[in-house]
């Protein structure tokens, strides 16, 4: 037997359709989808075009269309061709909206997860080894009692991961700008380098904590005495720790 001769009963095109035996009888019974012969016994008996038209049935269905509609679709002058067709054209309009709900939905979500304040995970993708939880640890054992530790702590507490982002970068080209001075043989002490000092004692007192020029000194100081601060600025340029020590000095001397 052919396929074009095969017919199959409702369970059997159940099972080949994925819809359910209930949901054939109720095409029946509207006239969606009547089989188109019937056994000795009565059965209901599909053929290859009541196949065919349950397959369009299936993606109307998809596409949210109402039964009625699809009846007046299926039923009307349109061929097999004309109806594959309107179909791919209406999946395709509906893969364009849900394209344009994707992207509006991760702008949202982008916006939610900026929105946010930065999390440990945030902050070590920012700064890699620079953050750790040791170093937050020993900075709190060091300053928690300090008036400057909490204006730090309440500044911080919201900042997002694009604040921080931002904060690395500003960071970023001050060291950039040191090192560019240091290399064109500017004085620790000359106006450039100063200059750039001054730059990086007004984003600490911006961005964390009131930092005057005293302070900042003890923080250029810290600087060299500290390996680990001394590590962080010599691995972007050697001798920079001590060079930028000194043109905080220099500075804070400036404003005595």
């Known amino acids: ?77 349109d061929d097999a061709v004309d109806h594959l067709r309107r179909q791919r054209a209406t999946v395709t309009a509906r893969r364009d909206e849900l ?75 001050t060291n950039a700008a040191f090192i560019a001075a240091k290399r064109a043989g500017e004085p620790a002490d000359g106006d450039v380098a100063v200059a750039v000092a001054e730059r990086a004692r007004l984003a600490m007192n911006d961005r964390f904590y009131d930092c005057d020029h005293e302070f900042h000194r003890c923080l250029g100081e810290m600087y060299v005495s500290d390996p680990r601060f001394t590590a962080t600025y010599d691995d972007l340029e050697p001798g920079l720790a001590q060079y930028v020590r000194d043109a905080i000095v220099a500075n804070a001397d400036r404003h005595l």
């Open 1 to 77: 037997m052919t396929r074009k001769d095969t017919t199959w009963t409702v369970g059997r095109l159940a099972e080949l359709s994925g819809v359910t035996v209930r949901t054939l009888h109720h095409y029946d019974e509207i006239g969606l989808l009547r089989p188109t012969e019937r056994s000795g016994a009565g059965y209901r008996l599909y053929t290859e075009a009541d196949l065919l038209r349950l397959q369009q049935i299936v993606v109307y269905r998809r596409l949210e269309m109402p039964l009625d509609e699809i009846a007046d679709l299926l039923d009307g002058s």
């Open 99 to 173: 394209d344009t709900l994707v992207d509006a939905i991760d702008q949202a979500l982008e916006r939610e997860m900026n929105n946010r304040p930065a999390t440990d995970e945030d902050m070590r993708e920012l700064f890699g080894y620079g953050f750790s939880d040791e170093y937050q640890a020993e900075a709190e054992r060091r300053w928690g009692d300090t008036d400057r530790w909490a204006q730090s702590q309440a500044r911080t507490a919201q900042y997002t991961k694009a604040d921080w982002a931002q904060i690395k970068d500003e960071q970023d080209a």
